[in-house]
């Protein structure tokens, strides 16, 4: 059941200085004309989005934001602009958050649907990336400088304070995503999100907590690799299916479209398995790790880089005869310069693993088992 309608502070400031200056518009109250005028606005809007016309979509919404600055989905838009526009200038997700800040205003919690969170927590995400980036470079100016120089002393205090920014930021995008969940609509994006902020606390913790970060990272992952794999099922049936009865252009249509979907859902699976087997690798567990690298190879057998993680975990495992297969189908497959130090570790490995074969046959053997090259 929906929560009851309990306008913000900040919504009843707006309806005030709008009755105050005698709009209209206070409390939705558009004329005929101006109600069209604002569904034209919105429609021609969401259609340029769609079409990723922004400038031209930002146009109509400004236009529709003149009829009623109110107006939810049209700030929706806005700020889900700014976010596109914060790919190449990352300065821009203040910007997306304030927007998304403003758009939370508008209704109670429990009135929102999942876009605004999902740009709240984008925007956050975005902001925690840009701190996190400007910690690395003050922490290697400061590395760059003298030993008790005015300058390493600054940077520091400059990395320090761009690192608790990250971690609020982090910390804000969180509760946005589990917002997401609570409301139980965009699960899947909100399970993806919530995933790699768990995977990115793992490198600020040490020891048992780090162990422990490990597993729920991990946790979050296979949760959001469980939802992928039902969704990329349910479009596959659809695409085996087809759409027997309608016209023929409409059952390519609908084929298309949900052949679209499955290889989307491949995408998410592609990119959650890499996640997943990179945190059992490095906590140890090679064996499960292997498992996800094995799906990876069998969804496109030409992945040089999967043949070559999972010789690694082989290696590790002291699969030898695996872990040589590996490496010599990821020196096959691999574009990389002969060179390239991938290629000269797969190499290396390939020796030492050839040297290892003709110690056993000798009746030698290593406590240790096989070392990295």
Known sequence: MRAAHHPSPRRFLAVALSLLAGSCTAFGGLSNEESERLAGYTERAERYFASKDYPRASQQIEKGLKVDAYDYRLNQLRGQILLRQARSDPARFRDALRQFERVRGLRSDGEHDYLTFLGLGQANQGLYQLHRRRWREFQAKAGRSPKGSPERREARAKAEENLRLARRYLDAAERAFQHMVELGDGLVQARRYLFKIAADRIQDLEGKARERQF???????????????????????????????????????????????????????????????????????????????????????????????????????????????????????????????????????????EESKKRRKRGETSDRGPSRP
């Not at 975990?313 to 010599?328: I, M, N, T, V, W």
């Open 215 to 353: 597993d729920e990272a991990i946790s979050k992952g296979l949760a959001y690799l469980d939802l992928v794999l039902a969704r990329k099922k349910h479009y596959r049936n659809k695409e085996e299916e087809g759409a027997a009865g309608l016209p023929a252009p409409l059952q390519i249509d609908l084929e298309n479209e949900a052949r679209r979907r499955r290889r989307e859902y491949e995408m998410q699976e592609i990119e959650c398995r890499g996640i997943l087997h990179a945190l059992y690798y490095h906590s140890g567990r090679y064996a499960k790790a292997i498992q996800h690298l094995d799906a990876l190879i069998a969804l496109d057998p030409t992945r040089a880089p999967e043949y070559y993680n999972r010789a690694l975990c082989h290696y590790k495992l002291g699969h030898l005869e695996e872990a040589s297969r590996d490496f010599q189908d990821f020196l096959r497959l691999t574009s990389l310069p002969f060179d390239a130090p991938k290629v000269r570790e797969a190499s290396a490995y390939l020796t030492r693993i």
